[in-house]
T-cell receptor, first 117, second 115 residues
Framework: DTEVTQTPKHLVMGMTNKKSLKCEQH?????MYWYKQKAKKPPELMFV???????INESVPSRFSPECPNSSLLNLHLHALQPEDSALYLC????????????????FGPGTRLLVL | AQSVTQLGSHVSVSEGALVLLRCNYS??????LFWYVQYPNQGLQLLLK????ATLVKGINGFEAEFKKSETSFHLTKPSAHMSDAAEYFC?????????????WGAGTKLIIKP
């Protein structure tokens, strides 16, 4: 099973709302990633978790708050977002990340399409 | 600094024709290179990757890519295009980031298949 699942598929939220995105994988992977993708652009890395510890935060605003409750689950908590945060949010996982991540394949979920009004 | 350049934001070919998507990289270390495909409203799927085992890499769906160090290229080809190949294609290189690695992405090439 090489599937990464993401819920919800679509999300519309106001600038004062709090919502969460969920990502799950059952491949035994120990590295998980959040990306943001604007239309017609490549993905931009936001966060990396390796062995449930946050190892990379690419200067993402604090209105985005990641959480990794266990090795299979990754959440992204959203609060007080801006309209420019509207995008496709992609989750990915790879076997172990860290120094072994050089040649690892990242497996992507289908994404959550977020619209902030 | 490592970077990836994809020549042509759009490539249009007829069904049955050769597909050639270009990717050039710059890297100060031996590169690990990837091609991903993204179908409309979907996530990204790995087509193939180069990890120094062989310069000609075969991937899924009939795609292959050849690593040419002298040209710093990793172009993606498919002998005969199919309508189902219409998608966005991204080339990426793996680079160090702290104690991890991240993918540096090209801007993407949209492949259009004409009937």
């Amino acid at each position: 099973d090489t599937e990464v699942t993401q819920t919800p598929k679509h999300l519309v939220m106001g600038m004062t709302n709090k919502k969460s995105l969920k990502c799950e994988q059952h491949m035994g992977h120990r590295a998980m990633y959040w990306y943001k993708q604007k239309a017609k652009k490549p993905p931009e890395l936001m966060f990396v978790y390796s062995y449930e510890k946050l190892s990379i935060n690419e200067s993402v605003p604090s209105r985005f708050s990641p959480e990794c409750p266990n090795s299979s689950l990754l959440n992204l908590h959203l609060h007080a977002l801006q309209p420019e945060d509207s995008a496709l949010y992609l989750c990915a996982s790879s076997q172990s990340g860290g120094l072994a991540g050089y040649s690892e394949t990242q497996y992507f979920g289908p994404g959550t399409r977020l619209l902030v009004l | 600094a490592q970077s990836v350049t994809q020549l042509g934001s759009h490539v249009s070919v007829s069904e049955g024709a050769l597909v050639l998507l270009r990717c050039n990289y710059s890297s100060s270390v031996p590169p690990y290179l990837f091609w991903y495909v993204q179908y409309p409203n979907q996530g990204l799927q790995l087509l193939l990757k180069y990890t120094s085992a062989a310069t000609l890499v075969k991937g899924i769906n009939g795609f292959e890519a050849e690593f040419k160090k002298s040209e710093t290229s990793f172009h993606l080809t498919k002998p005969s295009a199919h309508m189902s190949d219409a998608a966005e294609y991204f080339c990426a290189v793996s680079v160090p980031l702290g104690s991890n690695y991240q993918l540096i992405w090209g801007a993407g090439t949209k492949l259009i298949i004409k009937p």
